[in-house]
């Protein structure tokens, strides 16, 4: 009867059975379920296959994942290693978990992002007491101010450059 309407369904519903959940993700999935497949409690007790259509859907609705507040850390490090998310994209998701994340986390976070070969910004470099310099941008602000807020890294912003000021938070 499932197969029959392509109307999508909340996956609230089907928590009991893989195949019904797997069909829903495929056929009749509800993006606003998008958070709910993303969190912690649903991820971390999916199956792989069900993993996998989480990271899929998170693609393909890439710019509903990066409005998300509270995405599982496993998903989100598998996110940071797409090539389908830009670099921005990235530290635009990681912004919205700083919040969520402890210093080990977001550095591990950090140091994932940073393999993109793209990448000009070290700002894992805060939490090993180094003292990196970025790009004056919307975006490096962004995340300087989150860091900061969590961490209190000191920074000032002095021709076009912000210059911050790290802390021994990790061991690298």
Known sequence: MLGLTNVPISINYANDSVALQKHI???N???????IITNNQYYNSATNVIQNKVKQLCIE???QTQQIKSICYNLLIELFTCEVF???????????????????????ALKTIEQDATNQSFFSNLFIAKRPSFENTALNQKIIEELNKKWGFTYKVENNQINAYGQKLVKN
């Open 29 to 35: 999935f509800n993006t606003d379920d998008l958070a």
């Open 61 to 63: 609705y890439k710019t």
């Open 86 to 108: 830009s670099l921005d994209d990235k530290y635009t998701l990681l912004c919205n978990h700083i919040p969520h994340l402890d210093a080990k986390k977001t550095y591990k």
């Open 25 to 27: 993700l495929e056929n």
